[in-house]
T-cell receptor, first 113, second 111 residues
Framework: SQTIHQWPATLVQPVGSPLSLECTVEGTSNPNLYWYRQAAGRGLQLLFYSVGIGQISSEVPQNLSASRPQDRQFILSSKKLLLSDSGFYLC????????????FGPGTRLLVL | KQEVTQIPAALSVPEGENLVLNCSFTDSAIYNLQWFRQDPGKGLTSLLLIQSSQREQTSGRLNASLDKSSGRSTLYIAASQPGDSATYLCAVRQYGNKLVFGAGTILRVKS
């Protein structure tokens, strides 16, 4: 069966510090991978998606970047965090070129102080 | 630009009551619509997925309907239980396999 992992689960970082959040998927190959952010009281906002290694599409201009160094690994990064980067970050995967459901990880709660 | 709206934003009902959550979307060019459940501080769990050619889907006490032409979907929960308390999110899938989410409905079922 497929599983998706995210770490860390919770992170508190000062403004201006770097960020690296990791997402890995097990039990599937060539997945579509997604990073979402959920701000308090708001819906999920798609940040990045990837259809393959090294292929990243950005949905919203911002302070963040994403990379996919391996087929089942998706990393969200920032060189300098802003207060507005606080939120709940969710990684998801789906079947490549499929129209079926996306499967979500447990999320990382980021607080920037 | 697709916009998804969920009404109400929050709902509190006594145990055993039947309830309806509403979702509307502005662009009817969708592949499908999905309802998710999110427990506090957790990821999302898919509840029901309705393809654009379908009118409804059922799973246990849950029934979701889709009226694509009017841009509306409802999630019906029968005989609600305290364990149903969570945030319910509606999302539409557009070209490129992208999901556009509503802000969610926070449901509390009181025992």
């Amino acid at each position: 069966s497929q599983t998706i992992h995210q770490w860390p689960a919770t992170l508190v970082q000062p403004v201006g510090s770097p960020l690296s959040l990791e997402c890995t998927v097990e039990g599937t190959s060539n997945p579509n991978l997604y990073w979402y952010r959920q701000a308090a009281g708001r819906g999920l906002q798609l940040l990045f998606y990837s259809v393959g290694i090294g292929q990243i599409s950005s949905e919203v201009p911002q302070n963040l970047s994403a990379s996919r160094p391996q087929d089942r690994q998706f990393i969200l990064s920032s060189k300098k965090l802003l207060l507005s980067d606080s939120g709940f970050y969710l990684c998801a995967w789906s079947v490549l070129r499929g129209r079926e459901t996306q499967y979500f990880g447990p999320g990382t709660r980021l607080l920037v102080l | 630009k697709q916009e998804v709206t969920q009404i109400p934003a929050a709902l509190s009902v006594p145990e055993g009551e039947n309830l309806v959550l509403n979702c509307s979307f502005t662009d009817s060019a969708i592949y499908n619509l999905q309802w998710f459940r999110q427990d506090p501080g957790k990821g999302l769990t898919s509840l029901l997925l309705i393809q654009s050619s379908q009118r409804e889907q059922t799973s246990g006490r849950l029934n979701a309907s889709l009226d694509k032409s009017s841009g509306r979907s409802t999630l019906y929960i029968a005989a609600s239980q305290p364990g149903d308390s969570a945030t319910y999110l509606c999302a539409v899938r557009q070209y490129g396999n992208k999901l556009v989410f509503g802000a969610g409905t926070i449901l509390r079922v009181k025992s």
